[in-house]
């Protein structure tokens, strides 16, 4: 579906992005992850054809990027604006237009947003007589209304409260079940393992990690356990050869030890030898969030 | 081209339907008719109150020579000059004309008031008291009194100007009116729908609604877009002035035309010139002056040049202003680069009412009203003296080049600008943004 190859763009004394490149698949719900000033923005920038790259080239479904991909694309961007004076109604149906719609289709199709999202009565109103929560999700409209093949979110949670946020992310979901690629833009990763189906890391203008979330997770497992215990008689304490303990602590009942067992053996091999030892009452892996692996490769980086 | 179209549309609309619009379109020319109205009326009204002067003249030269007006009368009284300046606050009266014996002197005539008294009334004794002292000693010269008042001449100038349809009247001072209005006018409004288009950017820059719409079409369109439907509003709100201020002139000048003295007086004077002439009343005829002069301005033409002029010069400095509201993160940040837009404004405006009006010919005023910075002003002056036709086309050429030349110089900063949140701008920033390839 989007193609971004080798895109670098440079400002006057930094360089934005260096020699950037990302595949997004038909479909796919594409976590775009990075701290501030990574460069995500000027990477959104880039596809919505707000700047142009320095050098590298983006296609979509194989046909390099111009303006008429315009209309495919919706984008919210991170900082949400409306004309404040404007009626919400006039505004969609202005926001519409501009994206290439003619009026009465526009008109349609605002009203069914409208009244999916309960939104109705919104029409006359100004966006100043509206709360913040209120004016995201008219901004969330605004961005979808036009059916875009491509949907672009720059951290599309913020200001959201849990039931407005619940209510946007089962729209995102329908959208895309109905066919349309969607790329999340955040740094707070959390948010991501739960929706995205493939992400890519980008720090000081760098990708430095790409790949399917559960691909990557498993790429970073190093068979690390947590396990739980009563320590009736005695403590689990390290096995050269079979397991290290690299963290230990009293729970609120019970012990609990986190080890790293030795690359050759596995579970069933620690268990056979803490058994006769101790009563386990729980193991679990330790899969490392998206946020660790953040963590681990921008540390490593620096 | 389309969604430019969307864009002019909303800017043109979303101005246009606020009350603000509305209550400028009437008040303004109601404002200008109820000047009109008070003009006119003092001048047929004049002072009402009369004022009144005691002669106190040692001398007897003056006893009764002095003339009555509509405002001032004389009164001859006796006595000593203290007693008479006590009288006079005593009594509350206006005026106390003193003529000692030997008013021959210097600084000896005297006129006593508690309030000051007004230039017009002090030169107009001053003038009654040249001509009696005159008229005195040509008849002690043995020069007879018919002789006198048939030698007495009153020269009045009348400024003809020749164009190829013939004599036309050249009312200087209605030319100097019209050029003054017309040159303030696009002052002003180079100001506020500058301003306007400026406000626009800031907002959307601080709303930050600018991604949105940058994403859906080119910023040149934007501004562009922007620009032409402030453009319009002020446009219509111009010709909707123009149409209003006629509208209400005439009948305000019906009304006027009415109202039976100043009918009579008009009439008296239009058929009656002669008249005017024996017996001049400063304030009348210069009404009727008014009245004539304003006959003889080519208003379309007048118009038509306005219209043009605030159309070129509200592009050249429409674009200049979108460039500094997208420089900046707010209003108030915009002072540091409003000051070389204003500059030539205020410069043009200031030499043009004070060199221009005087000079509409010279070469200062026709650089002036060819650079196309000062153009929009300083052609306005000069357009109701008369513009030969060769420099005005080459000053609305100059003008649309300007344009088109500054619309560039802007678009290239703006398209950078809109984007950039949170910091200071400096020229030098701005420079590198006109630098920046697409």
Redesign the interface.
């Known amino acids: 579906m989007l193609s971004i190859k080798n895109i670098v763009k440079q400002y006057a004394n930094h360089l934005a992005l260096d020699d950037v490149s990302i595949e997004i698949e038909q479909g796919s719900i594409f976590g775009l992850l990075g701290p501030n000033g990574a460069g995500k923005t000027s990477l959104i920038r880039i596809i919505n054809q707000i700047t142009a790259p320095d050098s590298g080239e983006i296609r979509i479904n194989g046909e390099k990027l111009n303006p008429s991909h315009i209309s495919q694309i919706g984008y919210l961007p991170e900082e949400r604006g409306l004309y404040k004076k404007m009626e919400i109604g006039d505004q969609m149906l202005y926001l519409a237009q501009l994206k290439g719609m003619s009026k009465s289709e526009a008109t349609k199709k605002i009203k069914y947003w409208f009244e999916k999202m309960e939104m109705q009565s919104w029409w006359k109103k100004k966006v100043e007589d509206l709360s913040k929560g209120m004016q995201q999700k008219v901004q969330f409209v605004a961005t979808i209304v036009h059916d875009p093949k491509l949907i672009i979110l720059d951290e599309p949670f913020s200001g959201f409260d849990p039931v407005n946020a619940e209510i946007i992310t089962r729209e995102i979901l329908e959208l895309n079940q109905k066919g349309a690629t969607i790329i999340f833009s955040t740094h707070r990763m959390e948010s991501v393992e739960q929706l995205c189906d493939n992400i890519a890391l980008i720090h000081k203008s760098r990708k430095i990690l790409d790949g399917k979330v559960k691909n990557i997770k498993n790429s970073y497992r190093n068979n690390t356990f947590k396990i739980d215990y009563f320590s009736d008689n005695g403590v689990i304490e390290s096995y050269p050869g079979l397991f290290e303990v690299l963290n230990e602590k009293t729970l609120e009942e019970g012990k609990q030890v986190t080890v790293k067992i030795a690359d050759d053996k596995n579970t069933n091999d620690v268990l056979q030898y803490l058994l006769p030892k101790v009563r386990i009452t729980q193991v679990n892996e330790v899969i490392p969030s998206i946020n660790d692996i953040f963590i681990q490769n921008v540390t490593a980086l620096n | 081209m389309n969604?430019t179209l969307?864009?002019i549309q909303?800017e043109y609309f979303?101005r246009v339907k606020k009350k603000s619009f509305l209550l400028m379109t009437f008040l303004v020319p109601t404002l200008f008719i109820a000047m009109y109205a008070v003009v006119i009326f003092i001048f047929i009204k004049g002072d009402d109150k009369v004022k009144e002067f005691r002669v106190l003249d040692e001398s007897g030269v003056f006893v009764n020579k002095l003339q009555d007006k509509k405002n001032v009368d004389f009164k001859y009284i006796n006595g000593s000059y203290s007693d008479a300046k006590k009288d006079l606050i005593a009594s509350e009266g206006d005026f106390l004309l003193y003529i000692p014996k030997n008013y021959e002197g210097k600084n000896q005539i005297e006129i006593v008031s508690e309030k000051k008294p007004g230039l017009n009334i002090v030169g107009d004794v001053q003038d009654q008291m040249e001509n009696v002292l005159q008229n005195k000693r040509l008849l002690e010269a043995g020069i007879d009194t018919s002789i006198i008042n048939q030698a007495k001449a009153k020269v009045i100038i009348q400024a003809k100007q020749i164009t190829e349809d013939g004599e036309k009247d050249a009312s200087v001072g209605a030319t100097f009116v019209v050029g003054f209005v017309a040159a303030f006018l696009i002052y002003i409004s180079l100001f506020i729908y500058g301003t306007q288009v400026m406000r626009g950017v800031i907002?959307?820059k601080t709303?930050?609604?600018?991604?949105?719409?940058?994403?859906?079409?080119k910023p040149f369109q934007l501004m562009l877009g922007k620009i032409l439907g402030i453009g319009m509003v002020g446009l219509t709100q111009f010709l909707l002035w123009i149409i209003l201020s006629a509208g209400l002139a005439t009948i305000a000048g019906t009304i006027m035309m009415n109202s039976d003295s100043s009918k009579a007086k008009i009439e008296q004077m239009k058929n009656n010139p002669d008249q005017n002439l024996q017996q001049p009343d400063a304030r009348t005829s210069a009404f009727l002056n008014f009245s004539k002069a304003a006959d003889t301005v080519d208003f379309p033409y007048i118009i038509g040049t306005f219209l043009f002029y605030f159309l070129g010069g509200y592009l050249i400095y429409s674009a200049l202003f979108a460039a500094v509201g997208s420089a900046v993160d707010n209003e108030t940040e915009t002072q540091q680069f409003m000051l070389p837009i204003t500059l030539p404004l205020i410069f043009t405006f200031i030499i043009g009412m004070n060199f221009i009006v005087n000079n509409p010919d010279s070469s200062l005023s026709f650089w002036l009203s060819m650079i196309p910075f000062t153009s929009p002003i300083a052609m306005m002056i000069r357009v109701p003296f008369g513009v030969p036709v060769w420099q005005l086309l080459l000053s609305m050429a100059l003008l649309i080049g300007g344009f088109i030349f500054t619309t560039w110089v802007a678009a290239r900063i703006y398209r950078v600008g809109i984007?950039m949140?949170g910091k200071k701008t400096s020229y030098k920033e701005i420079a590198?943004w006109f630098m920046y390839k697409?």
Request: cysteine-free; charged content about 35%; hydrophobic content about 40%.
């Open positions: 969604k969307l864009i909303r979303s907002e959307e709303t930050r609604i600018i991604e949105v719409i940058v994403s859906s079409v984007l949140y590198k697409e």
